[in-house]
């Protein structure tokens, strides 16, 4: 199942290094196919964020939620399950730092 017509929203919300793929794109089978290593997992979910900022994580579970689509997260691109099939897929594995806010 394709994204919703309205994914360049999505696309739009992300930072300008978060990056939304979608199936047809050359990336999204690089991305699809990396994500599965261990070919346990053979998905084709609707959509690949590469997310490299903390607005890239929040637009793509607003959106997700918005959309009432499925979620895979994937940090370390070793999971099975993080292709499902027509979920929104949130790699987080371009983000390399995480700062911890200890008052909240």
Do not use: F
Not at 4 to 19: E, F, M, R, S, Y
Not at 41 to 60: E, F, H, K, R, Y
């Amino acid at each position: 199942t394709p994204l919703p017509d309205d994914c360049i929203t999505l696309a739009h919300n992300l930072k300008p290094t978060g990056v939304l793929l979608t199936p047809g794109a050359q990336e999204y089978e690089v991305a699809r196919t990396w994500q599965a290593w261990n070919n346990m997992s053979s998905g084709i979910p609707s959509g690949i964020v590469l997310a490299t900022a903390p607005a890239d994580v929040q637009a793509a579970i607003i959106y997700a939620a918005q959309h009432n689509l499925d979620l895979c997260v994937t940090v370390a691109r070793q999971s099975q399950y993080c292709m499902n099939d027509n979920a929104l897929v949130l790699d987080m594995s371009r983000m390399t730092e995480c700062t911890v806010d200890a008052t909240r």
